[in-house]
């Protein structure tokens, strides 16, 4: 294959070889020659950059000038202006009728013509078959009926075009109301989510505090059961005395007895 069709990039078109240093000089000082009288000659021949001496390929240096107005193409002479050119201006029969103001009624006109396409057909089979070399003239009515026709079905353009351009508008207010629902749903989903996840939280904070709550009381009631226990001992330790006195004076009251 191809070093040019192989590359991942496309090889520029070869005749940027031409515009070298000397190539533009001698181009220059050609253009700076020209008058009135010699713009329109063949410019200078390019140059062999080793051995300078003259190819056979002209310098055309400067790009072709932009055409304005009548061109011909495949036959046909077409305008640099675009517009819908009338079938007067391409010197073709109109086989239509336009009111007062110059509309057409296009609906009840294309039926026509194509009641006449078929008409035409129809003839053009006959013509066929009792004469087949006198064809032409019936297959011109039906080219003619077709141009017509699509002259009418040209028409349609702006509305075609105006008609797709709201359908575009339609089905961007579509898919951004599609989007904005999305979004609202994403939005709900993501309220419902923190709204769990915070009662969520709620909840083992709760369940925490009531625990230390819990861990408290129950700390609290071992260190009351604690002070009472010592509260008791030292009320015994109180009495102790007093028993004692008690029970050496009923020794004594034995011994004397």
Not at 242 to 250: D, H
């Amino acid at each position: 294959m191809a070093e040019g069709f192989s590359s991942a990039m496309p090889l520029p078109p070869p005749f940027y070889k031409l515009y070298t240093d000397e190539h533009i000089e001698i181009f220059n000082n050609w253009k700076s020659t020209l008058t009135e009288e010699t713009k329109f000659e063949q410019p200078p021949f390019s140059i062999n950059a080793s051995t300078l001496e003259s190819q056979s390929e002209p310098l055309y240096l400067d790009p072709p000038k932009i055409i304005t107005g009548l061109y011909s193409m495949f036959g046909f002479e077409n305008d640099t202006d675009e517009h819908i050119r009338s079938l007067e201006e391409l010197k073709i029969e109109k086989l239509f009728v336009e009111n007062e103001d110059g509309q057409v009624d296009r609906s009840t006109e294309l039926k026509k013509l194509n009641l006449d396409v078929l008409k035409n057909f129809v003839e053009l089979l006959r013509t066929l078959r009792k004469n087949p070399y006198n064809y032409e003239e019936k297959v011109e009515k039906i080219r003619l009926t077709l141009i017509n026709m699509h002259y009418l079905l040209n028409g349609y353009r702006p509305h075609q075009a105006r008609d797709i351009l709201i359908l575009m508008m339609e089905q961007q207010i579509q898919r951004r109301k599609e989007m904005k629902e999305e979004l609202h749903k994403c939005c709900v989903e993501v309220r419902k989510m923190i709204n769990t996840a915070r009662k969520k939280i709620d909840d083992e904070l709760i369940k925490n505090e009531e625990i230390n709550l819990m861990e408290n009381l129950n700390q609290n009631s071992s260190n009351l059961i604690d002070e009472n226990e010592e509260t008791k001992k030292l009320d015994r330790l109180k009495l102790m005395p007093e028993k004692l006195l008690e029970l050496t004076t009923l020794l004594k009251k034995a011994n004397e007895i």
